[in-house]
């Protein structure tokens, strides 16, 4: 066999292996010198990205808050507690202006507050339907949170129940009541048989409904989980009763942790006491 065919059959022959070895642990050399480089910056990338998504769900659980307070019936917001775990209201669904006086033809069934009454005409109204009055509705009147004009005291007469009958233009009570106080805007509400409870308990915002009661409420620890990986030792809704200058506020302070890293977001809710 001469030196050039020993030469081909050499180089068909492949790699030994000894040159396969020294493949490898160079390979494995240039692998680890790259993921020095690079596991720092992925790392960070998985930092960025879990921040961001824990801001998205603080962000949309303070915008569904803010939403639902505004709801809220005037000066029926209370906090549940002096920790600031929990706060409570009363949601409207809707509400009107009622009659005060008679057309001048005489005309018109006005709310009198005089003696108990059993209805009167709503001259404007504000997302009322008729199919709302089959459910349990209550027309609340000049809501002032106090004795005597307080909508969660079933024994005020500030509140009273809606009967079915009822119209968008005429609203029918299910038994004569006096109402207290007169609204000077001449408003009425109408609320839900319930009230609203936001939460935190056991790493979870809770948003609980719940039967109207005079008495203070317990924080709640069940309900419609609104986010977790809520640290609720550094959550908080603290909330300052409204004055002659200023309308009501709730603050909210809501932390979010998961896998070492935490967003702490901050909102103010301006909460209308005009009732």
Do not use: W
């Amino acid at each position: 066999m001469n030196e050039s065919k020993r030469i081909m059959i050499r180089r068909m022959a492949g790699f030994t292996l000894v040159e396969a070895v020294l493949v490898i642990v160079i390979t494995g050399i240039l692998t680890g010198m790259v993921a020095v480089f690079i596991v720092k910056p992925v790392q960070g990338y998985i930092d960025t990205v879990r921040r961001a998504d824990l801001t998205d769900a603080a962000d949309t659980a303070l915008k569904r808050i803010a939403r639902d307070v505004r709801t809220a019936l005037p000066n029926s917001l209370r906090a549940a507690n002096p920790a600031g775990n929990c706060f409570e209201f009363l949601p409207t669904v809707g509400g009107g202006r009622y009659r005060a006086a008679q057309s001048s033809a005489g005309a018109g069934d006005i709310l009198d507050f005089s003696t108990a009454d059993t209805s009167f005409d709503v001259l404007a109204s504000d997302n009322l339907t008729a199919a709302m009055f089959a459910g349990t509705f209550h027309a609340v009147v000049y809501n002032l949170g106090i004795a005597g004009a307080d909508a969660y005291d079933a024994a005020n007469l500030n509140r009273a129940q809606i009967r079915s009958t009822s119209t968008v233009a005429n609203i029918v009570l299910n038994a004569a009541n006096q109402f207290p106080y007169k609204s000077p805007s001449r408003r009425f509400h109408v609320i839900p048989d319930f009230s609203v409870a936001y939460s935190c308990s056991g790493g979870n915002l809770f948003r609980q409904t719940q039967a109207i009661s005079s008495a203070q409420i317990a924080c709640p620890t069940t309900g419609t989980v609104l986010v977790g990986n809520v640290d609720c030792t550094q959550t908080t809704f603290n909330y300052t009763p409204a004055v002659s200058q200023r309308n009501g506020l709730l603050t909210i302070t809501l932390v979010l942790t998961q896998s070492g890293e935490s967003v702490r977001l901050y909102d103010e809710v301006h909460v209308n006491n005009a009732p």
